[in-house]
């Protein structure tokens, strides 16, 4: 099984700065990677797929880079509705497996 | 457009078996790649994956889970039924079922809204 290592696993950030999130898998994903969005409450809601593509309707705020063990999600410029915890999935490998998650927090 | 809700018992007891229940619409089970996945969340941790069914009955699960978990469609119902044995406390979760396309990345583009069940005498 795939493991995926998040971090840092909290992030304070000032609304309007960037922030840098990190994700790592245990082997190579290729592009098989998904990043999430998850507020109190709420489900998931997919943002990135295949590493660097926005879902639809995404700003463009976010971006998705790296691909086999490395990869990043930022956020180019923290708005109020933002501030929640992020998820990344790899999809190569069976059973598709999620990071613990970063949450971030308004500075 | 696509949606997904849950459905099931928001109680059990030790020993006892879960079934949920996924109904959607906006798409169909017996269509070329789409697939319907269960993934469940305990109070304040992380995102699990637990199983997934596609259109052509090949079903994955979790090795972990693997012994007590069983996966079934419906696709005259739109219905996808998820059974978990010997449920325990540690089970305590929101359970998600959500769609994918096999084609596209097997990753999660619709989620339902999830459905709490807790595990305790």
């Known amino acids: 099984e795939i493991v995926m290592t998040q971090s840092p696993a909290t992030l304070s950030v000032s609304p309007g700065e960037r922030a840098t999130l990190s994700c790592r898998a245990s082997?190579?994903?290729?592009?098989?990677l998904a990043w999430y969005q998850q507020k109190p409450g709420q489900a998931p809601r997919l943002l990135i797929y295949g590493a660097s593509t926005r879902a639809t309707g995404i700003p463009a705020r976010f971006s998705g880079s790296g691909s086999g063990t490395e990869f990043t999600l930022t956020i180019s410029s923290l708005q109020s509705e933002d501030f929640a915890v992020y998820y990344c999935?790899?999809?190569?490998?069976?059973?598709?497996?999620f990071g613990q998650g970063t949450k971030l927090e308004i500075k | 457009q696509i949606t997904l809700k849950e459905s099931g018992p928001t109680l059990v007891k030790p020993t006892q078996t879960l079934t949920l229940t996924c109904t959607f619409s906006?798409?169909?089970?017996?269509?070329?790649?789409?697939?319907v996945g269960w993934i469940r969340q305990p109070p304040g941790k992380a995102l699990e994956w637990l199983a997934l069914i596609y259109w052509d009955d090949d079903k994955r699960y979790s090795p972990s889970l693997k012994s007590r978990l069983t996966i079934t469609k419906d696709t005259s119902k739109n219905q996808v039924v998820l059974t978990m044995t010997n449920m325990d406390p540690v089970d305590t979760a929101t359970y998600y079922c959500?769609?994918?396309?096999?084609?596209?990345?097997?990753?999660?583009?619709?989620w339902g809204q999830g459905t709490l069940v807790t595990v305790s005498s």
């Open positions: 959500a769609h994918t396309l096999r084609w596209f990345g097997e990753f999660f583009d619709y």
């Open positions: 082997q190579s994903v290729s592009s098989n």
């Open positions: 906006g798409f169909s089970l017996s269509t070329s790649g789409v697939g």
């Open positions: 999935q790899q999809y190569n490998n069976w059973p598709h497996t």
